[in-house]
């Protein structure tokens, strides 16, 4: 057969040019001259023109039996599946799981039975609300779902970015969703909550209230996939070989510390790079510096479950760390890109319901509807029951069943048996020992629609959540829910906001009115029980208290001219190499700029084109004539007035004072911005830098 080649560069090939030579297996391939391969249709036919369709005479019409023609339009036509109804935007990497030690004494999952164990994974990181195409920092949860191609089939690890989700029950989802994405009368906005359907709906939901507050803190701003923490949100079951039970939760912990970015941040990425993410986790995985996650487990039993108020079975609600400090069990190492992306990360099906012997579910009921609905989506998106034939949901273990056909069907069975038991000695038989056995849980009580009383307190982890962050983070949540009320024109509904608001945190409501215009603040919502005061902060989870306190893994954008300081820019340079990080360098031009020694110094980027939003930290190494220059160049003083906005860490030379000072920078203003004298200093800056920023500047500063 002739392997389909049409992705190979060369000239165009006609049927004139064709040899036929034979390939290793006896198979005839086509070669045209120069031994580029020929352009076939998917049928193999080799195609002798594919820049005209047939036609009667010079100007048409085209004719009806250009066989080759119709299969690549129809083809073409085809080409899109349905993008996954919440999460689409998505991006994936391979890697593998290190377990560390052996966890026989909680599961019987293989995976967990062998220090050293390296087990196939599959990531997929996404956003929840925009669509495919949409942009990287909307405002938004992140989806972290990891497969695990484990020795008993795939393990799904189907988490967020946060601990806690918006609904207790899994018959609220179509509800939540529809009111984030865009109305359905206009279509807009696009992976956007500050609109009113959204808090139409928040508004009358108080059990979203803990969940808000992560989604208006900078958590659901992240500054990259490397950066951020995954969850398995539900309380899930670890179940022994003696068929006992340990709840469990699930954390990944990003080896490169948290970072988040601030909204006016977010906003410009946008703009100035879609796609940011994704490159980040490109570019760190193409360069070798792979990205790295701890898995680690909260483990627990019923005993300790009946020590809360709230039920462990509401996933709005968390385990502080610091009352059950999770524990290393293994790591995510992300360290290949997929070779095609609709192969792999577009159809890539996760499942919660997917879980290895010694995993089990807990009652949670959010969880239980997730088991249900995922396999719908499968079915909605990759159009065939066997979306498993697929070689990225194939499980890299042995297997072996009865199913058969249906479309597509790739992996056919031969022989006579196609059902069990049968006594022609052939196919698999079922394992009481080694197969899946449920967790031998109790349950009784009347069938109803009800929420247990358990669940009704909506407030006190909210408010324990806020307490829990920094003055600058506090901040930044006061900001982001004045911006999202902002963009509602329903007055009603902002003021029901506040009212809930004011129930996780006095001065929070109080500064969000106040911030709004509200002038009469409204009574706080009524609540079924009390809110709990006395929950002590969680520093866990606070960004900013647990950052990575190294540069590691982050990057300096140094905007250069003509002139500038090469040896300065390589002490730089290797003094962020040093500590994992790196650096791009932005000139006027992007060809590059001629140092001042007269070598030449190449440039990443031109200056319109890499905005300071798009670095952790910024550097400006300028020759006298190119910072007169650069200070009346727009983008020039953008770049520096940003970088000093968002509070990032500034190095610059003596020559960059005048491009300073015109975009409202002072020198001396604060501890983050730094002289570089040449070759002095370097050191300094980079220590500076592991603070990833300057907060203390953020309250001179009014965005
Ligand atoms: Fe999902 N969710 N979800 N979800 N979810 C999907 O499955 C659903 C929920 C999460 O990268 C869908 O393949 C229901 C919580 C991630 O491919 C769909 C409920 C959490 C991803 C679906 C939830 C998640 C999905 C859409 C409420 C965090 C992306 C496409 C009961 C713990 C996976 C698809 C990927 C995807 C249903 C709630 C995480 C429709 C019904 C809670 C990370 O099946």
Redesign the pocket.
């Known amino acids: 057969m002739t392997k389909s080649s049409n992705r190979s560069s060369g000239k165009p090939a006609t049927i004139h040019d064709q040899k036929l030579q034979r390939g290793e297996g006896g198979e005839l391939h086509q070669f045209a001259e120069g031994g580029t391969p020929i352009l076939t249709t998917a049928q193999g036919g080799p195609v002798s023109d594919d820049q005209n369709s047939l036609k009667f005479g010079a100007r048409g019409p085209t004719v009806l039996e250009d066989f080759h023609f119709r299969e690549k339009i129809f083809h073409f036509d085809h080409e899109r599946i349905p993008e ?5 935007r ?1 991006y ?1 990497a391979h890697g593998y799981f290190e377990t560390y030690k052996s966890l026989a004494k909680y599961t019987r999952a293989d995976i967990f039975q062998r220090a050293g164990e390296k087990t196939p994974a599959f990531v ?3 956003t ?1 609300a925009g669509s495919k195409g949409s942009v990287d920092l909307a405002r938004d ?5 990891v497969k695990l191609y484990t020795q008993e089939g795939n393990w799904d690890i ?3 970015n ?1 601990p806690v ?3 207790q ?6 509800d939540i ?1 529809h009111s984030v994405k865009p109305e359905p009368d206009r279509g807009f906005p696009q992976a956007q909550s500050a609109h009113d359907n959204f808090w139409d709906f928040i508004s009358l939901t108080p059990e979203s209230m803990h969940m808000i507050m992560w989604v208006m803190s900078d958590r659901a701003l992240p500054r990259s996939f490397r950066f951020m923490e995954g ?4 309380t899930f079951r670890m179940v022994n070989a003696k068929e006992e039970s340990t709840f469990v939760k699930f954390h990944w912990k990003p080896k490169l510390g948290l970072q988040s970015v601030i909204w006016d941040e977010a906003v410009k990425i946008n703009g100035a790079d879609p796609d940011f993410h994704r490159r980040d986790l490109w570019d760190a995985i193409q360069s070798g510096n792979f990205p790295e996650w701890e898995l680690q487990l909260q483990l627990f039993d019923q005993d300790f479950a009946d020590t809360f108020d709230f039920d462990i079975l509401d ?1 709005t609600k968390l385990i502080p760390e610091e009352l059950l400090p999770p524990i290393p069990v293994g790591r995510l190492v992300l360290d290949r890109m997929p070779e095609n992306f609709f192969a792999e ?1 577009e159809q ?5 319901q997917n879980v290895p012997p010694g995993i089990d579910f807990s009652n949670d ?6 088991n ?7 079915l909605k ?1 990759l159009g065939s029951t066997n979306f498993t034939h697929l070689p990225i949901n194939a499980p890299k273990c042995p297997f072996h069943h009865f199913q058969q056909d249906g479309h597509m069907a790739m992996r056919n069975p031969v022989g006579r048996a196609n059902y069990q038991p049968n006594s022609w000695g052939e196919g698999p038989r079922e394992s009481p020992q080694k197969g899946f056995r449920s967790f031998a849980d109790v349950e009784q009580g009347p069938k109803q629609r009800i929420r247990a009383e358990s669940f009704a307190d909506h407030y006190s982890q909210a408010r324990q959540f806020f307490k829990s962050q920094t003055i600058t983070e506090q901040g930044h949540i006061a900001n982001a829910l004045t911006f999202e009320l902002s963009k509602v024109e329903n007055p009603a509904i902002r003021e029901r906001m506040v009212a809930h608001l004011l129930n996780v945190d006095d001065s929070l409501g109080a500064t969000v009115a106040e911030q709004l215009g509200i002038k009469d603040l409204p009574p706080s919502a009524e609540t079924t029980i009390e809110v709990r005061d006395d929950l002590p902060p969680s520093p866990a989870l606070s960004i900013l208290q647990n950052g990575p306190k190294r540069f590691e893994g982050r990057k300096v954008g140094v905007l250069v001219s003509d002139g500038a300081d090469a040896r300065l820019l390589s002490s730089l340079a290797s003094a962020l190499a040093k500590e994992g990080a790196t650096m791009e360098v932005i000139a006027p031009r992007v060809g590059g700029v001629e140092a001042a020694a007269g070598n030449w110094i190449d440039a990443k980027h031109m200056i319109g084109g890499a905005p300071s939003v798009l670095f952790d930290a910024v550097a400006v190494v300028v020759s006298e004539e190119g910072g007169q220059q650069l200070s009346n160049v727009p983008a020039a003083r953008q770049f520096v007035a940003d970088a000093f906005t968002h509070c990032k860490f500034i190095a610059y030379v003596d020559a960059a004072v005048p491009l300073m000072e015109k975009a409202g920078v002072s020198v001396d203003l604060d501890e983050g911005v730094h002289l570089l004298g040449s070759g002095g200093n370097v050191a300094t800056f980079v220590q500076a830098l592991g603070a990833l920023r300057v907060w203390a500047r953020e309250p001179s500063i009014s965005l």
């Open positions: 996954r109804v919440v999460h689409a998505g994936g997929r990181f996404s929840v949860v992140r989806g972290f779902a189907v988490g967020n946060i989700f918006f609904i029950d899994a018959i609220k989802f179509p969703i969850f398995g949100v539900h996933p990360t890539v099906a996760f499942m919660t009921p959010l969880l239980q509807g997730r249900f609905s995922y396999l719908d989506t499968q998106r």
